[in-house]
Structures are given as structure tokens and as C-alpha cells.
């Protein structure tokens, strides 16, 4: 490996920037009736998507996802080298079960909420070390599912405090590449070209594991937090750059409560980013007429928002250069029962604007 690449204490930066190929996202009725409903591919109406069960609809709609990534790219799933996939449930059997019949090599991932970042940066290093020509990157995660796995039946009818995020049912794919995605013409899907821009990785930082004590599976935002700081005050560092070199920081889904204490913390570490912050979990649900409580979480939040708003907002020249920052609390039902604590962790990926020659 050149160590030239190593940035800091725990970042790469890419000699040759990752090309984000396509993307695509997949998300139920709820999510595209908030404010970001529009951008999304697919709203479906239906939350079992047609099948029997909560994890049966889960592993659905991430293949209608990956599916769709690669069909905008003019792909086949032969053309795929990698698949780097996970999800909430146990043994990521959303993701297995789901993906199965792809036939796409096949790394399971489990970061909880910050599987997208991870995906996204394995897949990134493997597409910088020549290890594939394409390689898709997905995550989802499915409301019904979620509180079957982690908290109570539905049927339970449990009352969840305001502190409490809402799993979103979605989620999102990218296909990573070393060259320009092709240019759209008529016939194409891709929107992840507009003339010579497109959208590149050009560097991450991996999360490490941060526990405060928290145990309030209910308090997602507290939980993940500490972690979310931990990652931006060493991407910050390991770069050189202020929080203002960033047109806008994109944490997954920390929610209003894990916001304030993103803030907080990050303010003594002499960091304000407050200007230009955004949580995809506040993002996705309209907190006036959606009783999502402190916002979104999940898999499929960062995912969803990442493909279908993000991604998109850099091509359409909202953004030059972002930094996606998805998190996740690292619990189990062992774990919780067992009266463990809830670590976090947060991946961070730079992704830019990139101009593409005029030859190409």
C-alpha cells in the first residue's frame, strides 16, 4: 500500500477520486409523504411490498434498490465484482435473503445505522486498489421489522417517548466505478451525470467505537452522538480543514435530540458546525405533521436521503463538496437485555463535484 494515501490518524485520502456510478433509492408511504418525497425513485404504497413478512418486505425493497442502481447504469449483475450490504436484523438476513439470487460476491455488513458509510468506504477502497471495475454498495432497514427485532411487537402498542427516532422503511444503492459514469442520453436512467459533473469519493475517515455509558435504546440520537463528534473532530484534523471548507455536513440520523448534543460536543472541541449541518433523520420526516418524535433512523435513513437527495443536490451544483457522516448505535437484544451499554460508531465520506473532461 502507498502511505500516502493514510491521512492523519484515521483517514484515506483516494489518489484517483471514486466515481459514484449511479444510485438509486426505495423507500414506503410515510417517507415519501414528507418533505422529501419527491426525490425518491420509488414510494412504494404498500409496506409488506407484496410479501408475507416484515423481513420478507425488508429484503424486497433493498433488491428493488440494488436493482434499480444497476439498471441506471446500464449494467447487468454479472458486470458487479462486489456486493457490500447489511441491514438491522440478526445475521443481516435482510441483506442475505435479499441479494441472494443477484449471484454478486457477497460481503455482509453490520455497522447498525452507519452501515451505508461503511459500505461506502470498503467499497471505495477496494474500487482505489483496482479490486473490481464496478461495486455496489447498499443498505436498508423496514420500520415493522426494526421494533420486531430491537423493542416490542406492534401490536404491543407501546408508547414511545419524544426522545425516540422512528426506523425508516428504505433504502438506498450506489454503484462505485474508477471511470465517469457514461453521459445521459434519451434512453438512460442515470442522474448521476449532468453534462461533465458528476459525483466523486475523495477521501474517508473510519468511525471507532465511542461509549459514553448510554442505555436508552430509546434515545438513539444520545447513544450516537459522542461517535458522530469523534469522527467529524478527526476529519477535520486528519484534512486540515474547517467545518466552512464543507458546503454542508450530513449526519444519518442523530435526530433534534442527538443534534444539540452533537453540538455541544463538538464545541469543545473548538468546532462549530452548526452552519452547515443537516441530519438525514430530520430531513426525511416533517416533525409538524409526522409523530416521528426526534426523527428518523435506521439503515435505510442515510441510505434513502444519500441516494435519492444528496447525491443528486452535487450533480445539480447545490454542493460542491460534502460530508456524509451516517451512525449507528451498536446494540443487540443480548446486549440490552444483559444491561450492556450502547456504543457508537460513524463512518465519514467526503464526496465532491467532480468535472469531467471535455474528451470523455
Same mark, same amino acid.
Given at each position: 500500500?502507498?502511505?500516502?494515501?493514510?491521512?492523519?490518524?484515521?483517514?484515506?485520502?483516494?489518489? !484517483?477520486?471514486?466515481?459514484?456510478?449511479?444510485? #438509486? +433509492?426505495?423507500?414506503?408511504?410515510?417517507?415519501?409523504?414528507? $418533505?422529501?418525497?419527491?426525490?425518491?425513485?420509488?414510494?412504494?404504497?404498500?409496506?409488506?411490498?407484496?410479501?408475507?413478512? @416484515?423481513?420478507?418486505?425488508?429484503?424486497?425493497?433493498?433488491?428493488?434498490? &440494488?436493482?434499480?442502481?444497476?439498471?441506471?447504469?446500464?449494467?447487468?449483475?454479472?458486470?458487479?465484482?462486489?456486493?457490500?450490504?447489511?441491514?438491522?436484523?440478526?445475521?443481516?438476513? /435482510?441483506?442475505?435473503?435479499?441479494?441472494?439470487?443477484?449471484?454478486? $460476491?457477497?460481503?455482509?455488513?453490520?455497522? #447498525?445505522? +452507519?452501515?451505508?458509510?461503511?459500505?461506502?468506504?470498503?467499497?471505495?477502497?477496494?474500487?482505489?486498489?483496482?479490486?473490481?471495475?464496478?461495486?455496489?454498495?447498499?443498505?436498508?432497514?423496514?420500520?415493522?421489522? /426494526?421494533? *420486531?427485532?430491537?423493542?416490542? %411487537?406492534?401490536?404491543?402498542?407501546?408508547?414511545?417517548?419524544?426522545?425516540?427516532?422512528?426506523?425508516?422503511?428504505?433504502?438506498?444503492?450506489?454503484?462505485?466505478?474508477?471511470?465517469?459514469? %457514461?453521459?445521459?442520453?434519451? *434512453?438512460? =436512467?442515470?442522474?448521476?451525470?449532468?453534462? !461533465?459533473?458528476? /459525483?466523486?469519493?475523495?477521501?474517508?475517515?473510519?468511525?471507532?467505537?465511542?461509549?459514553?455509558?448510554?442505555?436508552?435504546? =430509546? !434515545?438513539?440520537?444520545?447513544?450516537?452522538?459522542?461517535? #458522530?463528534?469523534?469522527?467529524?473532530?478527526? !476529519?477535520?484534523?486528519?484534512?486540515?480543514?474547517?467545518?466552512?471548507?464543507?458546503?454542508?455536513?450530513?449526519?444519518?440520523?442523530?435526530?433534534?435530540?442527538?443534534?444539540?448534543?452533537?453540538?455541544?460536543?463538538?464545541?469543545?472541541?473548538?468546532?462549530?458546525?452548526?452552519?452547515?449541518?443537516?441530519?438525514?433523520?430530520?430531513?426525511?420526516?416533517? $416533525?409538524?405533521?409526522?409523530?416521528?418524535?426526534?426523527?428518523?433512523?435506521?439503515?435505510?435513513?442515510?441510505?434513502?436521503?444519500?441516494?435519492?437527495?444528496?447525491?443528486?443536490?452535487?450533480?445539480? *451544483?447545490? @454542493?460542491?463538496?460534502? =460530508?456524509?457522516?451516517?451512525?449507528? /448505535?451498536?446494540?443487540? *437484544?443480548?446486549?440490552?437485555?444483559?444491561?450492556? %451499554?450502547? %456504543?457508537?460508531?460513524?463512518? &465519514?465520506?467526503?464526496?465532491?463535484?467532480?468535472?469531467?473532461?471535455?474528451?470523455?
Amino acid at each position: 500500500m502507498n502511505r500516502q494515501m493514510t491521512c492523519g490518524t484515521s483517514s484515506i485520502s483516494f489518489q !484517483n477520486p471514486v466515481f459514484i456510478q449511479s444510485c #438509486a +433509492s426505495v423507500v414506503s408511504r410515510k417517507e415519501g409523504e414528507g $418533505p422529501l418525497g419527491a426525490y425518491f425513485d420509488t414510494i412504494c404504497e404498500d409496506p409488506m411490498f407484496g410479501t408475507d413478512t @416484515w423481513e420478507a418486505a425488508e429484503s424486497t425493497l433493498q433488491k428493488q434498490a &440494488a436493482l434499480l442502481a444497476i439498471k441506471k447504469n446500464g449494467l447487468t449483475c454479472s458486470d458487479i465484482q462486489l456486493l457490500f450490504a447489511g441491514d438491522l436484523l440478526a445475521q443481516t438476513s /435482510a441483506s442475505s435473503f435479499g441479494t441472494a439470487d443477484l449471484k454478486i $460476491p457477497f460481503y455482509g455488513l453490520f455497522g #447498525a445505522c +452507519s452501515t451505508m458509510g461503511e459500505s461506502l468506504s470498503l467499497g471505495s477502497m477496494c474500487i482505489d486498489g483496482g479490486y473490481g471495475k464496478y461495486i455496489l454498495c447498499a443498505t436498508s432497514s423496514h420500520f415493522a421489522s /426494526a421494533e *420486531k427485532e430491537f423493542r416490542f %411487537p406492534l401490536g404491543y402498542g407501546n408508547q414511545r417517548p419524544l426522545s425516540a427516532t422512528w426506523t425508516v422503511t428504505g433504502a438506498g444503492a450506489c454503484i462505485l466505478g474508477y471511470e465517469p459514469p %457514461p453521459r445521459p442520453d434519451n *434512453k438512460t =436512467l442515470n442522474t448521476l451525470r449532468n453534462r !461533465n459533473i458528476c /459525483a466523486v469519493i475523495t477521501g474517508i475517515t473510519t468511525g471507532r467505537l465511542i461509549d459514553f455509558g448510554f442505555r436508552d435504546s =430509546l !434515545n438513539m440520537g444520545a447513544c450516537m452522538a459522542p461517535a #458522530a463528534c469523534d469522527t467529524i473532530a478527526r !476529519n477535520l484534523q486528519d484534512f486540515h480543514r474547517k467545518p466552512s471548507d464543507y458546503d454542508a455536513i450530513f449526519t444519518g440520523d442523530l435526530g433534534m435530540v442527538g443534534q444539540t448534543i452533537l453540538f455541544d460536543l463538538l464545541t469543545e472541541k473548538g468546532f462549530d458546525i452548526s452552519s452547515v449541518h443537516q441530519d438525514c433523520g430530520m430531513l426525511i420526516y416533517d $416533525p409538524q405533521t409526522q409523530d416521528t418524535h426526534s426523527g428518523g433512523s435506521g439503515c435505510g435513513c442515510a441510505a434513502s436521503v444519500l441516494a435519492g437527495y444528496i447525491l443528486p443536490g452535487i450533480i445539480q *451544483k447545490k @454542493w460542491k463538496r460534502i =460530508l456524509f457522516v451516517p451512525t449507528g /448505535a451498536l446494540l443487540s *437484544k443480548v446486549s440490552f437485555n444483559e444491561g450492556d %451499554p450502547i %456504543p457508537g460508531i460513524a463512518h &465519514a465520506v467526503v464526496i465532491e463535484q467532480y468535472r469531467v473532461p471535455d474528451m470523455m
